[in-house]
């Protein structure tokens, strides 16, 4: 029962880390339906800022995640504005291939700087840190990762719902022309739109070097299962990708120790093509 | 319109006179090498680490270094003034792409041998080109020992030693702890180890090598670049083996060393195949927490003053490696390099053929080698390919086995993560 507690728990604990990976994606997905194949650089090159900031001015990455975060928020705004602009109204292939591109050029300026060395923050406030709940281990660093991703994603979610900017970005997502005519600015929505995206993954990057090490192809596999919590919650639901998340994280863990550790990622791929079969248009997608 | 005319005149002039220089490059007495690493992808640290150490070789090798106490440091190149070019190419750590850069390297750039792959797995389908268009196949690092079963292969040749020769030495290891240290009694056996060619073929040795001896109780492959490695510790945590063979590289041992203090466990004893371990960088990165580990090494800079003549070639490397010194792994890739050099020198002729027949026939000098010398058996193995196992204690690499050539006692058991 201990084991299937601990499984349960890590499996909770990474699926959150997912989440927080892929809310950023399905905010673009959803109001651009731009896929962003830059998302796993978007990681990488947050997880750098995060390092440098830590070993160069001795800045945690729990105060440094925020700048990571902001860091992407301006590149995100800058793909937008940059490449993402120039691709509205064509078709969906052309957004496609250019944030390839853009993946390829991120990933190998990161190699050419920073070399493909690993690279690990050592001393962090939250470090190794464990507490003991009974038989089960709590890792602190991914449990404050937890949280952070359900304050993070709360907060996606009250700005689409609640706020004006949300409203705008709904009607925006629903039919950009209308919107225009009722005055919104949907230049500036999908641009700051691509900037908030990119905050939450860059945030969600910012806290990984903690305990993950940092090198050019870190945000691959990120990447990869951001958009399989995506499209299995339903293209641009924020409750979807968050349930998504969990039931890959939780799937991967129960997969990997009861099955085999080689069979995890085969499990989480067919869930996803078994889903996609079943209900195309993902768990909250309509 | 006539400064246009006069501009095109100029640069058709120029144009022009590009074939004459290419013609005069062409009659320069180059002998061109072709190197296949992993210089992108999840292992391109190995791989950029090889390149510079192939580099490193061939400025030795095209240069006057008296200073330098391995073969050829005295001349400046080969039969009697061919320098050696090097063409390089990425094969992102996958086979077809490995596979695809050695047909163009063959075909389109001409080069005259190939040198590489790191990877068994691309190692494996690249040297099957070389040696259709009977071209030399040098291979430094890769272990796969099934790469050297094949005795057809008349082109190919490894410097280090396998995973088959490895499981043997770690089997030994163990029965050495169990009769020397008081209590060992080291029954079971876990494997951990990357799904690809060389994970597989590690493990596939692993057990053929612990057979009758010890118990595998745990064999978990896992995906390489992995988010994580939860279920895989959660596994070996709950088989609990006394030992553990490890075949993982790069940033997934990081992953794994991180994640097995997080789930608080460590088996009595753990061997390390490879560059995870072996990295010199990711050891430092680690800190304490890399300790106690044991693993293969047949280069680490605490073997200096076994192998003296490293120290300037290492110059030279470092110079390429922002100062990061060779590992077991990149220092195969230099022996490669100037053991091929040496057989060209010593065949006094450019046929791949009669220089492959002198690399069978002789035993090569190798400063740079722990054993001193390489000589291949059929199939190109480097018979004399030799590893000490070290544990990592305070940071660096102390020998432990075998034991005359041992500098200290092994710590064991590994102290559990609390009580350090």
């Known amino acids: 029962m201990d084991t299937l507690l601990q499984v349960l728990l890590d499996g909770i604990l990474n699926g959150m880390l997912y989440a927080l990976v892929a809310v950023g994606l399905c905010l673009i997905w959803g109001v651009m339906d731009v896929i962003n194949f830059a998302h796993g650089e978007y990681v990488m090159i947050s997880m750098y800022v995060t390092y440098w900031l830590g070993f160069l001015a001795n800045v945690d990455p729990l105060v440094s995640m925020f700048a990571g975060g902001l860091f992407i928020f301006i590149l995100g705004a800058l793909t937008y504005q940059l490449i993402i602009k120039y691709t509205v109204g064509k078709p969906p292939l052309s957004a496609l291939l250019a944030t390839f591109g853009l993946a390829m050029l991120l990933k190998n300026l990161c190699l050419n700087w920073f070399t493909p060395n690993y690279r690990i923050l050592s001393d962090t406030w939250l470090g190794d840190r464990t507490f003991q709940l009974g038989a089960i281990i709590v890792p602190v660093p991914q449990l404050v990762t937890a949280v952070l991703a359900l304050v993070m994603i709360g907060l996606v979610f009250f700005m689409v719902r609640r706020t004006r900017f949300g409203w705008a970005v709904q009607a925006t997502a629903m039919d950009k022309e209308a919107a225009e005519l009722m005055g919104i600015n949907t230049e500036r929505i999908y641009l700051l739109v691509f900037g908030i995206g990119g905050a939450t993954v860059g945030i969600a990057g910012g806290i990984m070097p903690t305990y993950l090490a940092v090198h050019p192809e870190v945000g691959t596999m990120f990447s990869l299962i951001a958009f399989i919590c995506v499209a299995m919650g339903g293209f641009g639901s924020i409750p979807g990708a968050l349930v998504a998340a969990l039931l890959v994280g939780v799937v991967e863990a129960l997969a990997g120790y009861y099955i085999a550790p080689v069979f995890k990622y085969v499990a989480v791929f067919g869930l996803y093509l078994a889903l996609v079969l079943l209900r195309p248009k993902g768990i909250f997608g309509w | ?420």
């Open chain 2, 1 to 420: 319109m006539r400064f246009w005319i006069v501009a095109a005149v100029a640069v058709t002039l120029m144009l022009g006179a590009a074939p004459g220089q290419s013609l005069a490059q062409s009659q320069e007495k180059v002998i061109k090498i072709g190197t296949i690493f992993p210089l992108t992808g999840p292992v391109a640290l190995a791989g950029q680490r090889c390149k510079a150490a192939v580099e490193t070789a061939v400025e030795i090798i095209n240069n006057k270094h008296p200073n330098i106490k391995v073969p050829l440091a005295n001349q400046a190149g080969l039969l009697g003034g061919y320098k050696i070019v090097l063409v390089h190419a990425d094969s992102q750590g996958k086979p077809d792409v490995g596979k695809a850069e050695a047909e163009r390297l063959i075909n389109q750039e001409g080069v005259w041998a190939l040198i590489g792959a790191y990877n068994s797995s691309v190692s494996g389908p690249a040297s099957l080109v070389a040696e259709r268009a009977k071209k030399i196949f040098m291979c430094g690092a890769s272990s796969a020992a099934s790469l050297t079963q094949r005795k057809e292969m008349k082109y190919f040749f490894r410097t280090a030693s396998t995973d088959e020769i490895e499981s043997q030495e770690f089997v030994e290891v163990l029965e050495w702890l169990n009769k020397t240290q008081k209590n060992a009694n080291i029954k079971t056996l876990g494997i951990i180890y990357e799904n690809s060619v060389f994970g597989k073929n590690a493990a596939q040795q692993a057990m053929k090598a612990a057979a009758g001896k010890f118990q595998v109780v745990a064999d978990v492959p896992f995906n390489p670049g992995a988010t994580n490695l939860d279920s895989e510790i959660q596994t070996l945590k709950g088989k609990n083996p006394d030992a553990l063979f490890g075949a993982v590289l790069g940033a997934d041992y990081a992953l794994m060393v991180k994640t097995m203090k997080k789930m608080n466990w460590v088996p009595k004893v753990s061997l390390n195949y490879c560059s995870g371990y072996q990295d010199p960088v990711i050891a430092k990165q680690l800190g304490p927490d890399a300790n106690y580990f044991m693993g293969s090494t047949a280069y680490s800079p605490e073997f200096q003053s076994m192998m003296p003549a490293v120290a300037e070639v290492e110059k030279i490397f470092k110079s390429k490696t922002g100062g990061v010194p060779y590992d077991s792994d990149s220092i195969q890739e230099t022996i490669a390099m100037l053991v091929l050099a040496q057989a060209i020198e010593k065949s006094k002729s450019l046929d791949p053929t009669v220089v492959a027949e002198t690399l069978h026939a002789n035993t090569w000098p190798s400063p740079l080698s722990l054993s001193g010398k390489v000589a291949f058996v059929p199939g190109g193995q480097n018979k004399y390919a030799l590893s000490l196992i070290t544990q990592l204690q305070g940071g660096k690499y102390k020998k432990i086995f075998p034991v005359e050539k041992a500098d200290t006692k092994p710590v064991f058991p590994i102290p559990p993560w609390d009580k350090r």
